[in-house]
């Protein structure tokens, strides 16, 4: 598939893994982690696996590359988080779960190696199924991949998550890859744009109950029957 190179920005990968101390930071707990590999697994041969928000890496976009040796893999994602941001944004939180797991001690939390580049090293084994693109994410982007030809066989949206711009990827996930599963990431009290745009999408008949299957404690998938 070819897509734009003037919009979509895909960096290279260097010629060895940087020079930068293993930080496998994430917010991806083993009971997610099973329940989404299992609905990968259910995908047709070939999948294509779509990722808003790939964060390192070492999460939900690596559990996709182990559950299948024969998915390929889009990641989306501005790379401009740091682990200072983190910590500020964890203190003020003030709640268990705030700061990602394998974070305290890691390069990455001494502000060591940009985000892309520790994600580029978590995912150096797989560079083969998967392609990076360093970017903002909007429902722009959404139709831009779908004119190009992308049809994915699940979505996971993990950027934003404020009600609005939530709504508006999900929307256009729906609309532009009807027979896709739509998996959307925190879905819990923590997250309420999440959780909000999710009863936004029930009210407005966008999905049914049936077409809804909760994976884990916080994430929530969708598959449409028609």
């Not at 199924?129 to 004119?147: C, K, M, P, Y």
């Amino acid at each position: 598939m070819e897509l734009e190179p003037d919009y979509f920005i895909q960096p290279d990968w260097p010629d060895k893994p940087w020079p930068i101390g293993k930080s496998e930071c994430h917010w991806f707990p083993d009971e997610e982690k099973e329940a989404f590999q299992k609905a990968l697994q259910s995908l047709p041969l070939n999948p294509v696996y779509v990722e808003f928000g790939t964060f390192l890496g070492a999460g939900s976009t690596k559990a996709a590359l182990e559950a299948r040796s024969d998915i390929q893999v889009l990641c989306f994602d501005d790379f401009t988080i740091t682990g200072e941001l983190i910590q500020a944004v964890a203190d003020k939180a003030d709640r268990p779960g705030a700061l990602p797991d394998n974070f305290q001690g890691s390069d990455f939390a001494a502000g060591i190696g940009t985000a892309l580049q520790h994600c580029q090293n978590n995912l150096w084994d797989y560079r083969g199924r998967v392609r990076l693109f360093e970017q903002g994410i909007s429902h722009v982007t959404v139709d831009r991949l779908a004119n190009s030809g992308v049809m994915p066989d699940c979505v996971l949206i993990d950027d934003h998550h404020e009600k609005e711009p939530f709504i508006k990827r999900l929307f256009r996930c729906r609309y532009r890859w009807p027979q896709a599963v739509i998996i959307c990431d925190d879905y819990c009290k923590a997250w309420p744009g999440v959780m909000e745009g999710v009863s936004e999408a029930f009210k407005r008949g966008w999905y049914h109950d049936s077409e809804a299957t909760m994976l884990g404690k916080r994430m929530i998938a969708f598959k449409r029957k028609k």
